[in-house]
């Protein structure tokens, strides 16, 4: 019988083995002739093939391409229950695993979704396994790129480090390498215990994130993190100009220059107010000269000094009179003239409706037009 392990139902598909060939060829005969049902389905019993005689048709060799989200792999180290690989597993662990398959089959009906190839998931790990012991575990199979366990940040303790989730990733240079591990780890008793034992499979990827990752890091593989240093503020300050420098951009400010001392400024407070008191001088000078008071004798009495005559032209109260009038503010009409207004326009609009009116009745008198029983 085949069996569909991703639909975890069979193919109806199967295959019979005689021990003598003439006993197939009469079974097949005696169908021809009366055909087999089973469950109100006709069966339909054809010679098997041998895979090496197989023939493809065209047009479905056409349709198979290259399995880009590398699919083949997603059911590598799954375990169901009632399997041989599932003796001795706990009942929480078989309902994991279960959980786990679930999530990934609802992933993968999206395109977005692959399966990777160099990247493992690895899940039912103790609280207190770190990053280093899982890199020393995995190390043993191959090269590891990076290790990386998922914690909560919420619960972090003194030293800042978050409490374990339970699962986290590990990525290796070479795809052999991640399946010897894979096959090595999953469902090993003697890693963590027999009871909680480890739940190892390729790791479901976003296609999106990923690209953005290696936009980002192109060279992810290759490097290493831990080779890296993070340099000051002051370190990375000098280098920029060190290179700003190299390629001329870096101004040099402006010698200074040695100035007289007439050009220096004047530091005694002294000669600061008597500058100020000559400017205060020179303003009411030009306030004075606009105002020539008119003097009656050339002796220089006091007494008959007159007030001084503002000129019309030149006055300040003559040239707002000129603008109000610009304006037409003084040709504005009072109260009274506004009624009388309002009682001329009312007069005259009322002898127009009485000239009307009698034109009116003046046409009527005029006509006589017979009437149809008027005989």
């Not at 001795?88 to 992933?107: C, F, T």
């Not at 190390?139 to 699962?167: C, E, F, L, P, T």
């Not at 469902?187 to 980002?216: C, L």
Request: glycine share 6%; net charge positive; proline share 4%.
């Amino acid at each position: 019988m085949v069996y569909d392990n991703e639909k975890d139902r069979p193919k109806g598909i199967a295959f019979l083995q005689f021990d003598e060939k003439s006993d197939a060829d009469s079974c097949l005969e005696r169908v021809k002739v009366k055909p087999m049902c089973i469950g109100g389905r006709t069966i339909a019993v054809k010679k098997a093939v041998d895979s090496k005689q197989m023939t493809i048709p065209e047009s479905k060799s056409a349709k198979s391409g290259k399995d880009n989200r590398n699919l083949h792999l997603a059911m590598e180290g799954v375990i169901k229950e009632g399997t041989n690989a599932a003796a001795g597993i706990s009942k929480a662990d078989i309902m994991k695993r279960k959980l786990a398959l679930e999530a990934k089959k609802k992933k993968l009906k999206n395109i977005n979704f692959f399966v990777s190839t160099d990247r493992l998931c690895v899940r039912n790990m103790p609280s207190t396994f770190s990053e280093t012991d899982l890199k020393q575990l995995m190390s043993k199979y191959g090269h590891v790129v990076q290790v990386k366990i998922m914690r909560d940040i919420k619960q972090a303790n003194s030293a800042g480090i978050g409490k374990s989730k339970g699962y986290g990733f590990v990525q290796f240079s070479k795809h052999e390498a991640a399946l010897a591990a894979l096959r090595a780890t999953n469902n090993n008793p003697s890693i963590f215990t027999a009871q909680k034992r480890p739940i190892v499979d390729f790791s479901i990827e976003n296609s999106g994130i990923v690209n953005a990752r290696s936009k980002k890091k192109p060279d992810f593989k290759t490097e290493d993190k831990s080779s890296k240093v993070k340099k000051s503020f002051n370190q990375r300050w000098k280098e920029k100009r060190e290179k700003r420098k190299e390629s001329g951009a870096l101004k040099k400010p402006p010698a200074k220059t040695q100035s007289t001392p007439s050009s220096k400024p004047d530091s005694n407070p002294q000669n600061k107010t008597v500058s100020n008191k000559k400017k205060k001088k020179n303003k009411t000078q030009i306030k004075d000269s606009n105002i020539q008071p008119k003097t009656s004798d050339s002796k220089g009495d006091s007494n008959n000094v007159k007030a001084p005559s503002v000129e019309t032209e030149s006055g300040a109260q003559p040239q707002k009179l000129a603008k109000r009038k610009k304006k037409g503010k003084s040709d504005r009409p009072n109260k009274k003239q506004k009624r009388e207004k309002e009682q001329g326009e009312e007069a005259a609009f009322q002898k127009l409706v009485q000239n009307y009116k009698g034109k009116l009745e003046s046409q009527d008198q005029a006509r006589t037009f017979k009437k149809w029983y008027d005989d």
